[in-house]
Structure formats: C-alpha cells, structure tokens
C-alpha cells in the first residue's frame, strides 16, 4: 500500500491564482481530512470528510473548498490564494475501525508571494 | 483560543534518560487523547493514545498519562534514544464520527548522545 499520497511536494503561486492540491488514499478509509501547519500553530482542520459526497468545515476553511466524489481521492481547492495560505497542507485518513488515529501524507509546502 | 496548548516549545535530553512532554487542554467535551510524533519533510505519524475513561496507556517505552480533573497529559518515553529526536503533537478529539482532531503547537525534542 502506497497510503496516503500527496501531490504536489513543493508549489509557488502568485497572488490571485487558484490551483488544487491532490490527495490519495488506498486503504479503504472512509474518513479524510486536511490541515494546514503553520509555526507556533500546531495543525489546524480546514476541512473534513466522512464518506463520498459528505464535506464539512473545520476549524479555518475560508478561501478553500473540497470535494469526495470517490472514497480514494480528496482534492482540496484554492480558489484565489493569498499569502496569508503559505503554510504546510497535510492530507490524513483513518477509518472507524480506529477511530481517531489518523495517518497523514507527506504534506505539500506552498508558498504564496 | 488555543483548546490544546503544549508550552514547551522545544526540550532537550541526554540519550538513556526519560523525557516528559507535556499537554493541556481547556475544552472538557474532548474524550480522546492522541499523540503524533513528527520527523522534518515527513508527515506526523501516530504514536500512542488514550481515552479519557483510563489514565494511564502504556507501549513500549511510551506511556501517556491522563489527568482529567487538571485537563492535563503528559507522555514518557523511557529510556530516550537518538531515534526519538522529533516534534510531538499532542492533539484531542471530542468526535470520533469525523475524526476531528485538535492539535496542539508541538514540542521539539532533541535527544542529546
């Protein structure tokens, strides 16, 4: 099993752009979530799924969106970056069967100038 | 308002001796405890956990301790090895359903040959 993939690793975008952040899963799992980590904030939820079709909010979503149209993929969306989104994007996923215990991807670092 | 709060930024150790990281959170609706261990370029990976019906999981050289009426964990890792050089984030969840976890700013340890 690959896990949870993340592509890409690195991405630099100028004010304004949009671009979307790929997420992959291969282990079945049903939950699939995305954080941002910046310095001295630990990992924040921007958004989360519970199953294809079902997206909801966390804790900072504004300025992105996300779909589940599969359970394997979970893209998430900027729709006009802005530098205040430079910061280290995670991919997670975790099934109910443990539930809570999340595994992460390699993260994606943006930069937005 | 940080719900999860880890105020030790960084932490250092000699290597064979324990270290002790600690964790506390604000929010009483949060029954489950996680700890995720972070290597650079890498995303976290889960560690150890505990529920809030228990005080004490132990695996290993890892032991996470609960102390509800001061809503305070901390983790031990005896005896420390040069492998457990990371950043430990200690993060609570209040529903399992969706697996939203709140994470606190992380510690870095560094253990010292």
């Known amino acids: 099993n690959a896990g949870v993939t993340q592509t890409p690793k690195f991405q630099v975008l100028k004010t304004g752009q949009s671009m979307t952040l790929q997420c992959a899963q291969d282990m079945n799992h049903e939950y699939m979530s995305w954080y941002r980590q910046d310095p001295g904030m630990g990992l924040r939820l921007i958004h989360y799924s519970v199953g294809a079709g079902i997206t909801d909010q966390g804790e900072v979503p504004n300025g992105y969106n996300v779909s589940r149209s599969t359970t394997e993929d979970f893209p998430l969306r900027l729709l006009s970056a802005a530098p205040s989104q430079t910061s280290v994007y995670f991919c997670?996923?975790?099934?109910?069967?443990?539930?809570?215990?999340?595994?992460f991807g390699p993260g994606t670092r943006l930069t937005v100038t | 308002d940080q719900q999860v709060k880890q105020n030790s930024p960084s932490l250092s150790v000699q290597e064979g001796r324990i270290s002790i990281l600690n964790c506390d959170y604000t929010?009483?609706?949060?029954?489950?405890f996680l700890w995720y261990k972070k290597y650079p370029a890498e995303g976290p990976t889960f560690l150890i956990s505990?529920?809030?019906?228990?005080d004490k999981n132990e695996d290993g050289r890892f032991t996470v301790f609960l102390n509800k009426s001061a809503k305070h964990l901390s983790l031990h890792i005896v005896p420390s090895q040069p492998g457990d050089s990371a950043v430990y984030f200690c993060?609570?969840?209040?529903?399992?359903?969706?697996?939203?976890?709140?994470f606190g700013q992380g510690t870095r340890l560094t253990i010292n040959p």
């Open positions: 929010n009483s609706m949060f029954d489950y």
């Open positions: 505990i529920s809030s019906i228990k």
């Open positions: 997670a996923s975790g099934s109910g069967d443990s539930a809570y215990e999340q595994y």
């Open positions: 993060a609570a969840s209040s529903d399992a359903g969706a697996q939203k976890l709140v």
